[in-house]
């Protein structure tokens, strides 16, 4: 009765000493010390590589490290039946709201161009920019979070959703007649979708077309959701004023990639709302004990949907 940790780009070590220290947690091993496969009951996966998981007949359970599953739900070698989780935690939501709040905060009132500035020092006093309407593309867990937090900051906020959303103060826009509609007058675009088939490359040229001009990007939600030429492009021809990307197609970027010296292009490492060790590691300790109850599990995935 063993757990499997496969991680790329987190370390596997640390999160197995936050596992074993919960009572309760049986074996648990990191690939590729599988030992004998058939011990394998639960994977816990975060970008891993693909073709892994046919390989283990008692799998019951696979568990994701983060909010996102495209990684595991695109793998061809998931087993069918196999229940996916993910980790949905109101730290995930408070650290994601916080950081976008920040992001916006940081190009009205110019905080970074004052930094640069200063390396220069010129003394240049300008205005905090004026546009407050933010339209969140992705109204879950993250988006609502992110939606409620801006609304009590002074923001108009609307979202877009597949299903209409009822929050308090917030627009709600819904379904894919309702998207260009909901761009239409935002002065900041957030994108906190999941990644699936519908959303790939949602962040192209005909969405910056009907984005305000000058409008701002922020995108938190998988690199994949961007296309990275047409963002250069609509920068070039300023049809929006500049993004700040947190996710990118390929991570770590890749060195030579245009982004990291473009002037309107804010880069932060896929840091605006890491997984808290600690909750990921009871969450699914306790959903393993449940998959061992045969009890119903928490934030289950439904892979119908993508998300
Ligand atoms: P949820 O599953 O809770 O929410 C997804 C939202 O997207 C829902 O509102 C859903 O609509 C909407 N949606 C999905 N598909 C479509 C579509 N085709 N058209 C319109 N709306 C759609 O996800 P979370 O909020 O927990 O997380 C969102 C994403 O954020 C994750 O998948 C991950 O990629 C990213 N993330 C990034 C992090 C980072 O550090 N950069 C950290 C954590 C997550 P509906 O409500 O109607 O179902
Ligand atoms: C996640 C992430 O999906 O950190 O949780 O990106």
């Known amino acids: 009765m063993t757990i499997l940790i496969i991680f790329n780009q ?35 996966l975060w970008k891993q590589d693909e073709g892994l998981l046919g390989q283990f007949p008692n799998l019951k359970l696979i568990a994701s490290y983060g909010a996102g599953v495209e990684n595991i739900l695109y793998d061809t070698s998931i087993p069918d039946g196999v229940p996916v989780t993910r980790f949905v935690d109101d730290t995930l939501s408070d650290q994601m709201a916080e950081f976008v709040l920040a992001a916006i905060l940081n190009h009205r009132l110019h905080i970074t161009h004052y930094r640069e500035l200063q390396a ?20 879950g867990e993250l988006g609502n979070c ?4 801006l609304t009590t900051n002074g923001y108009k906020v609307s979202g877009w959703s597949r299903t ?29 979708l999941p990644l699936t088939p519908a959303t790939t490359h949602i962040l192209n040229s005909d969405l910056f077309k009907t984005m305000k001009t000058g409008a701002y990007l922020i995108n938190v939600g998988r690199g994949d959701h961007l296309n ?34 473009h002037p309107k292009i804010h880069i932060t490492p896929h840091i605006s709302s890491p997984t808290d060790k600690v909750q990921v590691a009871i969450q699914i300790l306790e959903n393993y004990k449940r998959m061992k109850a045969g009890q119903s599990l928490i934030n289950q995935v439904d ?4 998300y």
């Open 164 to 192: 209409e959303k009822n929050i308090v103060n917030v627009k709600s826009y819904f379904g894919d007649d309702q998207l260009n509609i909901s761009l239409k007058d935002a002065d900041y675009v957030i994108c906190l």
């Open 146 to 149: 992110t939606a409620t937090l």
């Open 303 to 306: 892979p119908k949907r993508s």
């Open 10 to 44: 987190a370390d596997a070590e640390e999160f197995r000493n936050h596992l074993i220290a919960l009572s309760g947690c049986p074996d648990v091993r990191i690939w590729p010390n599988v030992g004998d496969p058939s011990d394998i009951e639960c994977v816990i």
């Open 120 to 139: 220069a020092s010129h003394w240049r006093p300008g205005y905090f920019l004026k546009g407050k309407k933010v339209t969140i593309l992705g109204m």
């Open 228 to 261: 990275e030429d047409d963002l250069l492009d609509a920068l070039y021809k300023e049809q929006i004023s500049g993004a700040l990307l947190d996710v990118f197609s390929t991570e770590p970027l890749p060195d030579d990639h245009p982004f990291w010296r």
